[in-house]
């Protein structure tokens, strides 16, 4: 079983950025693929990210153009690069793989 820790949260202005990161060990890492996900107070727990094995993405169209998904195989990592954030973006961050989920990150967008 894979065991994820993310890192990277805050609190950020509106139109800033953020880089959240994802470390992976035990069986395999990632190389199932890392998915991103998020969840605001008192909100489901909504798809954000997916960079697959072979190194294909998938985005919600709400932070489509804004957020980009890397993938650093060599340290088994994964990157949520975000950018042009807005308070609708405040969240708890979480990244998952093979059905493992981490413990999540706060992304908190205010002025």
């Known amino acids: 079983q894979v065991q994820l820790v993310e890192s990277g949260g805050g609190l950020v202005q509106p139109g800033g950025s953020l880089t959240l990161s994802c470390s992976a060990s035990g069986s395999n890492g990632i190389a199932y693929g890392m998915s991103w996900y998020r969840q605001a107070p008192g909100k489901t727990r909504d798809f954000v990210a997916r960079?697959?094995?072979?190194?294909?993405?998938t985005y919600a169209d709400t932070v489509t153009g804004r957020f980009t998904i890397f993938r650093e195989n060599a340290k088994n990592k994964a990157t949520l690069q975000m950018n042009s954030l807005k308070p609708e973006d405040t969240a708890v961050y979480y990244c998952c793989s093979n059905g493992s989920w981490g413990q999540g990150t706060q992304v908190t967008v205010s002025s």
């Open positions: 960079r697959n094995p072979h190194d294909s993405t």
